[in-house]
DNA sequence: TTGTAGGCGTTATCAG
DNA sequence: CTGATAACGCCTACAA
């Protein structure tokens, strides 16, 4: 491994010249910088990020906390993080929480030892002390918690909107379905979506679903159906129980959108494929993901950031799964 | 932050001490000891793992290189890879390679340049001069190169039996398609289902596709139809444009699968909630990440290993795009 | 404009 | 059994 001594020495110059260079602090005469810029060049040299991350106290690594990788969600977000993260120089460490306190402790620990300079974290705990006394910035992605910087999809929103629109299109026997209680935006989606069942005064029932796990999904829809065969609409927590639940209506020979109306939740890339395809309110995943992480770089960077809330609009998607509007 | 140091000086000892008991390294008094424990609960102390690495010339921490964490086969091998190295104390950098050496070359880069004691990688580019002249234990995963450290399922068989379950249920008018010519697994798919088809003297057609993407999939499901309206039988490259025939296919007026069979291949977790669910041949996804992250912590652990090769075995998973055996 | 030297937090060597 | 102390590779006063 080449460190900056011997750059140094085939470049005739001082280790402190060499790191000038390299960090374009301070002044180094023209000639003995090409001198340097050679020599870096010839040995391929790269500076060693640890070191610099010791006696900065600090690195290039930014540490990221979901829930599960595995839930077509959160690729989305990961990957716009990532891209954004990217063009800036820095690096991700990930870890999934399974929304597990323990796990997700375990992790913030170990980022912290590695001097990760800001966190992400989707995380179901943003009020616990581990976060508010962490000394680096910490952005909450599709989470949020008081003035803490977050980034997040307008879910309350979404769920009026899937209750509108599948009011417009004729559903009156409306089934929603509650995501897991201990998750924020699936509470925030089922609020708004009773809401405007309250307000336009339809009846409707209540399927309480305990995760956003594939291997369970079926069972909801199955549980669904069971309790209320002849509902006419579904607002689904999220596509992946859409998808189920359309599955389960085929099985029972109802007729999507005829018989039964569906809209899920997120628009993961699937949904377009699926058949019929998937009306759904539509989260900017991959822009959130994006969004954080400048959020994030805009803590990092500057001493002052102004807007440390951002809320993303959220839209229905129109597909096959609903009929057409009256 | 509190450092070894400060464990130190409260323990009334030196930290040649605290560091042997944190290392479990040299002799320690059990008296002495018991006081740095106790130093170090207090204080709530955990070693910065920076100065360790560089210290050590070498991390815990293992570099990630996947082609698009998007793509919900990749999840799974990330999730496998992360729990097993979890269990073992390692974390994880990850990076999207997006199929791009350039991309790909930088990751590597700083995931060198921060120490990373070992990498796991799905690029299709082992061959590399970069992997082989790596000083670190590397994993390929999904991929392979002569007898490098490697990582993957046997394709050729999934292509094999994706052909002989087609063939076996009835379909005569077989359209085969063959994913992007660059990735390596995908080749031996194709490769084993026209072998298959060669061997039993059945017709086929080939349409080709250059990417698994989402939002080509549903292109070349057009093609499909386009071109060869009347096949019966489709063997897709993986699930996700499987689930994009089933859909056109619908669209069509045709029935999966009295009149087109489907076989996908991968089997991830949405496979069977699609409607009709779909058969498919499965790659253990989950199982080839914790595979993967096994041997390269032996490879990083141990001197001598062995098995160094490891191919998982692929399946047929009957669901509902096929027809029951005649 | 350039070089010397101290320190970032740990570990390991070598006396004591 | 314990304690100084020299690395690990880099950066930044401070001197020159």
């Known amino acids: 491994m080449m460190t900056i001594k011997d750059v140094a020495k085939i470049a005739g110059v001082s280790v402190a010249t060499v790191s000038r260079v390299l960090n374009e602090s ?6 003995t910088r090409k001198k340097v810029e050679a020599a870096i060049k010839e040995m391929n040299y790269t500076p060693n990020e640890v070191a ?11 540490g990221l906390l979901l829930p599960d990788i595995t839930n077509p969600f959160f ?8 891209d954004r993260m990217q063009e800036h120089g820095y690096r991700i460490i990930f870890g999934n929480s399974d929304e597990n306190e323990e796990k997700e402790l375990d992790y913030i620990q170990t980022f912290i030892q590695n001097n990760v300079i800001g966190m992400i974290s989707s995380t179901n705990f943003p009020e616990k002390d581990i976060y508010s006394n962490l000394k680096i910035p910490v952005v909450f992605l599709d989470r949020t918690s008081n ?18 629109e599948i009011i417009a299109r004729g559903s009156t026997k409306i089934t929603v379905m509650q995501g897991p209680a201990h998750i924020k935006p699936a509470q925030d989606r089922f609020q708004g979506a009773i809401e405007v069942l309250n307000e336009m005064g339809i ?3 209540v399927i309480q679903t305990s995760s956003f796990s594939h291997t369970e999904a079926e069972q909801w829809a199955v549980e669904l159906f069971d309790k209320y065969i002849d509902t006419d609409g579904v607002i689904a927590s999220n596509d992946i129980v859409a998808t189920a639940v359309i599955h389960e209506a085929h099985r029972l020979g109802k007729r999507v959108p005829q018989d039964l109306q569906i809209i899920g939740f997120d628009d993961i890339p699937l949904s377009s494929l699926l058949s019929p395809s998937l009306s759904t309110i539509r989260q900017p995943a991959h822009d959130m993901g994006r969004e954080a992480a400048g959020l994030l770089i805009k803590l990092i960077e500057q001493d002052k950031v102004e807007d440390k809330i951002i809320q993303l609009p959220v839209s229905f998607v129109e597909r096959e799964t609903t009929r057409r509007k009256e």
């Open 75 to 82: 690729p989305q977000l990961a990957r716009g993080i990532e």
């Open 147 to 164: 003035d803490s910087p977050s980034v997040y999809a307008d879910g309350r929103k979404g769920g009026r909107l899937a209750a509108q």
């Open 203 to 205: 009846t409707y029932q």
């Open 52 to 62: 610099r991350s010791l006696y900065k106290r600090k690195s290039k690594l930014i």
């Open 26 to 31: 301070g002044y180094v005469n023209i000639d």
